[in-house]
Structure formats: structure tokens, C-alpha cells
């Protein structure tokens, strides 16, 4: 599976942000963190699953990142119902793999060196 993800389309879903930062932060994030303007699109292509005895899956592959590709493990779940499939995944990253630093007076002081990264896709036939 190959996925390819526009870096202007993401979007901080963080609760704690007030409304005033969180502006702040989704510039910093496109601009000084992702380079959305020079690395337009963030890809995953998989190149291994594995199930697992809950259910889920374990997809390893690689995460293209500012251009740097790393090796990632994603947790996929899967809910099949007659019309649909929905994929949903999480993926823990470390941001100085992919030479990324929050700005702490922006983010929060404290900020971790890890990000967690959710998704969910719904595949509908035609």
C-alpha cells in the first residue's frame, strides 16, 4: 500500500491549544517544522503486515518526512460493514529522525520528542 498525504492538509487535532496559539502553531508546523512549501507531500508506503491476535494489524514501512524516509510501525485496525471499510491507525514517530523541532515558546515547554500520528480512511466501492 502506498499513501501520499498533502503536508498543507494535516491537521492539529490537540485539544489543549487555546485559540489564540493555535494559529501560531499550525503556521510554525507548515512553515518551520514540515517546510510544507518545499516538501509539499508526506508518503507511507508498507511493506509488511502482520495480524495480530487482537484483531488489528502491525504494517511495517517507510514514512517519507521533509524528504527523509524512516522506517515506521502502524497500528491499523478494520471495520468492514456492507457498504464500506474503514481503515483507522496510529504511529508513534520521533521528531528528531525527521530533523523536526517544535519551538517550545510556541508549543508548550515540555514539548515530548515524540508525535503520535492518527488516521482514518473509509474505502467505498464503486
Same mark, same amino acid.
Given at each position: 500500500m502506498e499513501l501520499t498525504i498533502e503536508a498543507a492538509s494535516i491537521v492539529n487535532? &490537540? =485539544?489543549w491549544i487555546g485559540a489564540g496559539n493555535k494559529k501560531k502553531v499550525e503556521e510554525y508546523a507548515l512553515k518551520d517544522m514540515m517546510d510544507a512549501a518545499s516538501h509539499p507531500r508526506l508518503?507511507? !508506503? #508498507? #511493506?509488511?503486515?502482520?495480524?495480530?491476535? &487482537? =484483531?488489528?494489524? &502491525?504494517v511495517q514501512g517507510t514514512l517519507t518526512i521533509r524528504g527523509l524516509p524512516r522506517p515506521v510501525r502502524v497500528l491499523v485496525s478494520l471495520s468492514p460493514d456492507a457498504n464500506r471499510v474503514s481503515f483507522s491507525g496510529k504511529a508513534e !514517530?520521533? *521528531?528528531k529522525d525527521y530533523g523536526l523541532k517544535p519551538r517550545?515558546?510556541? *508549543?508548550? !515547554?515540555?514539548?515530548k520528542s515524540e508525535m503520535s500520528v492518527d488516521f482514518s480512511l473509509i474505502a467505498i466501492p464503486r
Open positions: 487535532m &490537540d =485539544g508518503s507511507f !508506503i #508498507s #511493506s509488511a503486515v502482520t495480524k495480530r491476535p &487482537d =484483531g488489528r494489524f &502491525d !514517530i520521533r *521528531l517550545s515558546a510556541v *508549543l508548550v !515547554i515540555g514539548t
